[in-house]
């Protein structure tokens, strides 16, 4: 009796169709990663970042192309209603920053770790970077802070978890400063700004944000590293840049820093929006007959 050969050469042309067609839905999708940021400022290519707290805006900011993507304790303020960043615990920003990293295909997952997670020595800063990286599945973290934290990014580095710095106004640190003017503008703190930026650099950050300073001096900090730099309100000198997405969609119009570009009124839209929502439904025009079943 003939044996049946059901893997026939049909069975193999499918099997290696599925397999293309498999690689190159793979090829489509290629992760940014620290070397991919660095290769962008050896290029000259200008970094984009954007924060985002949940599912839904970070899945649509990846699918835009956004580069880098930024779990910041700005959720205190944006999410919560907090006055500043410090109140929000790492618990919670392991929630946001678990919800982000399963909407992203492509972008770089950069979390902040909250305050009161890593100041008081590099072991507390080893052990809430790694709870974050296991519990989030976030690609990088990010610090506040200079020579004051390079044995906690040291120790984390170490570890084998990537970190970026933040330098300049760091919102962690509100309370010393007093107030959210421009940082840096004497020659002393502009001074320990670039100490600071090069012994991050040494510590191994692959990059660090610069916050609220003066546009000539981030020019002359972004020279001086090989690591990228992202700024906040520090000219375009620096080789990227990162907005909140709450000023930049116009959510929060309370907030008017001249370093923010609004690309939308959301606050007005959705206002209007819901405005009408409301009116169709107490005059009964909502749900029409298109819309019931």
Known sequence: MPTLNIFGPRFYY???LFIILMSAATQEIKRVTTHTLQKLKAAGEKISMITAYDYSFARLFDEAGME???????????MAGHETTLPITLDQMIYHASSVVRAVKRALVVVDLPFGSYQSNPELALASAVRMMKESG???????GGVEIVEAVKKIIGAGIPVMGHLG???????????????AKQDAEAEKLKTDALALQEAGAFGTVLEKIPSD?????SGSLSIPTIGIGAGNGCDGQVLVMHDLLGINQDFHPRFVRKYLD???QVTGAIQNYIQDIK???FPSEQESY
Request: net charge positive; proline share 2%; hydrophobic share 40%.
């Open 14 to 16: 499918s099997i290696h």
């Open 68 to 78: 880098v993507i930024l779990v910041g304790d700005s959720a205190s303020n944006v």
């Open 138 to 144: 976030a690609h990088a973290l990010k610090l506040e």
């Open 169 to 183: 106004l760091t919102p962690q640190s509100i309370y010393k400063f007093g107030t959210y003017t421009v940082r």
């Open 217 to 221: 001096l981030a020019r002359e900090v």
């Open 266 to 268: 959301l606050q007005s």
């Open 283 to 285: 005059s009964g025009s």
